[in-house]
């Protein structure tokens, strides 16, 4: 997605912009903070930053029928998981708001960095691994089987709405016509990467964990894609459903969405 922003082939009218890389679970602590004008961000961090960002529509990575899984040694039943010990990427990732959602209790669980569920779960350290990023294609690598798929189990629940997982959130007090202009130059280098695909993957591919170049491709399909370039209403209806959800479950604030005008 930010491609065409770091190789310039985008006009950022004006703004001077730093790249910052930090996983999903640190950037959303960041925004709890609001240093940042713009991040990426969980759908569930959102419902407690709405009073400081606004949404882009644009820069959604949304499970389509797929999305974060559950992974063991050897399988169990899915009742057991209030009960098992379960590493997680973080509290407010919109994968840990699923599994409350799947679950209804709040099971023994243990925050690790997204990169290093797969090796606690393979080593006996916790009993299951919520897993994000390329996990979701690795994971038999290192002798797993999946229990669970939350983005299968929330489009069948939903009637065929995607699972929301990332979006992009600029900071409100930088005005409507500023939040707009980060907009159209975020939107502009999704849809150069989606015109320019293998120039974007080899790029993406350097900030990738293993990946071969098919499981690379694979992978960034899954999650950029039309929906990325916009939400659409089927993209809209799903997070308020996802965080309306939440809240009836009383894991979220309830909120009202704040999209850029």
């Known amino acids: 997605m930010y491609y065409a922003i770091a190789a310039g082939k985008v ?35 959102y419902a407690h930053l709405a009073d400081r960002y606004a949404l882009m529509p644009c820069g959604a990575s949304m499970g389509d029928g797929y999305g974060p899984i559950v992974v063991a040694r050897t399988p169990f039943p899915l009742s057991e998981l209030a009960s098992r ?31 290093r569920i797969l090796d606690a779960v393979a080593a006996g350290r916790v009993d299951a691994g919520l897993v994000i990023h390329e996990g979701q294609l690795t994971y038999a690598d290192a ?45 502009d280098s999704i849809a150069y990467a989606l015109d320019h695909r293998e120039e974007a993957l080899a790029y993406a591919k350097d900030y990738g964990r293993g990946l071969d170049d098919a499981r690379n ?14 939400y659409g209403d089927r993209g809209r209806r799903s997070v308020e459903r996802f965080l309306a959800e939440g809240a009836a479950a009383g894991l979220v604030p309830r909120v009202e969405m704040v999209w850029v005008p």
């Open 143 to 187: 002798g797993l089987v999946k229990l669970l798929d939350l983005g299968a189990w929330w489009t069948e629940r939903t009637g065929g709405l995607p699972l929301p997982l990332g979006g992009n959130a600029v900071r409100r007090d930088l005005g409507p016509a500023s939040m707009r202009a980060l907009t159209r130059m975020y939107r």
């Open 217 to 230: 491709d694979r992978f960034v399909g899954m999650y950029v894609n039309a929906l990325t370039l916009d």
């Open 11 to 45: 006009d950022t009218g004006g703004f001077a912009v730093e790249q910052v890389l930090e996983d999903i679970e640190s950037l959303n602590r960041r925004a709890l903070e609001g240093d940042l004008e713009v991040t990426a961000l969980s759908i569930h961090a």
């Open 85 to 115: 010990t379960i590493a997680i990427p973080g509290r407010l990732t919109s994968a840990y708001l699923a599994l409350r959602l799947y679950v209804g209790a709040e099971p023994p669980a243990v925050v690790l960095p997204f990169d």
